[in-house]
């Protein structure tokens, strides 16, 4: 297949790639029985037109569709292998062309809730330790592996609130801002905060499966990793849609392992619990892509949001109520 053209100079190219009826045909998918499928995503303004005029002088039936300023080109279900050929060639031919393997940054708003969870843990270190009953506090809310196992499920989600001292805080307000930052840039300010706590609860739970007798760790490390390994996943599905990508894929999932190593294996750490952290968000990262392939509305995040405060709301009072403080 020969080079494409140069496209002419228009203010029309640069913006929208199906509005140039010279040098952008497009295809009708009406004409199949089976409904469009994605075959090429995250395409800008210049790489959907140049991947259209490919597919047409193929003669491949497609669509353009626009959404969060990107585009991406649908084709029936039985034209998806000769349409990736088509560009396989056509990239072959001309490899300075516009590379959409590449995978994007998350599409979700950008959300600034990991300070508000950085500010809460910051809140939460500064009553526990200038209270007068710390050591109890601590007893009480802790990942007690041994109470876990007696039914103090609670402790799971209220361990990742506390922390030992301030270079513990220190060290995991860092992973909130940063891999809380990326999850709910993934699933959202309401879902992605849920599946962190939900995460970092089953790790901590895993854990005192594990142990199975006195073990007490406390500390919000369990649900960073657990925040890490959703990222992980999402980017490890990111880039294996694509398929120029797929080889590597895998190295997002290697990092994840390769951070584990790195940060969660200090003497001080709990390796058992971010391992189990990591695992878990692994899991939910997959249900995550599983139940949400597509945006997810406002009042869902919402609902989740507050799902996450009652979480964290009644497992507090059951440590109280547990504990009689």
């Known amino acids: ?19 140039s009826t010279t040098t952008s045909p497009i295809q009708n998918l009406t004409e199949h029985s089976d409904a469009p499928t994605p075959v090429f995503a995250h395409l800008d ?17 497609h669509g353009l569709f626009h959404r969060n300023r990107r585009w991406s080109i649908g084709v029936a ?6 349409a990736q050929r088509a560009i396989s060639l ?32 910051i809140a939460v270190h500064v009553a526990v330790t200038t209270s007068r009953q710390k050591g109890a506090l601590i007893s009480t809310f802790g990942a007690d592996a041994r109470q876990i ?35 709910s840039g993934y699933c959202g300010w309401g879902i992605g905060w849920l599946l962190i706590v939900l995460s970092g609860a089953l790790g901590n739970g895993l854990t005192a499966l594990w142990y199975g007798g006195q073990h007490l760790s406390i500390g919000a490390s369990t649900g960073i990793f657990a925040a890490l390994g959703i990222c992980a ?19 997002s999932l290697a990092g994840a392992l390769a951070l584990l ?17 990591l695992t878990a968000g692994f899991g ?20 989740s949001f507050f799902l996450t405060v009652a979480l964290l709301l009644g497992s507090c009072w059951w440590g109280y109520a547990k504990g009689g403080l």
């Not at 062309?97 to 809460?120: C, E, F, G, T």
């Not at 880039?239 to 120029?244: D, E, M, S």
């Open 233 to 251: 996943v999402m980017a490890f599905w990111r880039r294996y849609q694509h398929h120029g990508q797929r080889g590597r894929s895998w190295l």
């Open 1 to 19: 297949m020969a080079a494409m053209p140069p496209k002419p100079e228009s203010r029309a190219d640069k913006t929208d790639p199906a509005r």
């Open 261 to 277: 190593g790195w940060l969660g294996s200090s003497p001080r750490s709990d390796l058992a619990a971010h391992l189990f952290g």
């Open 149 to 183: 196992m007696d039914g103090d499920v609670y402790r799971c989600v209220t361990a990742l609130l506390l922390h030992n001292d301030i270079s513990h805080l220190l060290a995991n307000l860092v992973g909130t801002l940063l891999f809380g930052t990326l999850v």
């Open 90 to 121: 056509y990239r072959a031919e001309n490899p300075m062309a516009p590379d959409h393997d590449a995978p994007p940054p998350p599409s979700s708003p950008r959300s600034i809730s990991a300070l508000y969870v950085a500010l809460l843990l």
């Open 77 to 82: 279900r039985q034209d998806r292998a000769g």
């Open 284 to 303: 939910f990262g997959a249900l995550c892509l599983w139940g949400l392939d597509r945006p997810t509305s406002r009042p869902l995040q919402t609902a």
């Open 45 to 61: 303004a210049e790489q959907a037109r140049t991947y259209s005029l490919v597919l047409a002088a193929a003669g491949i039936a």
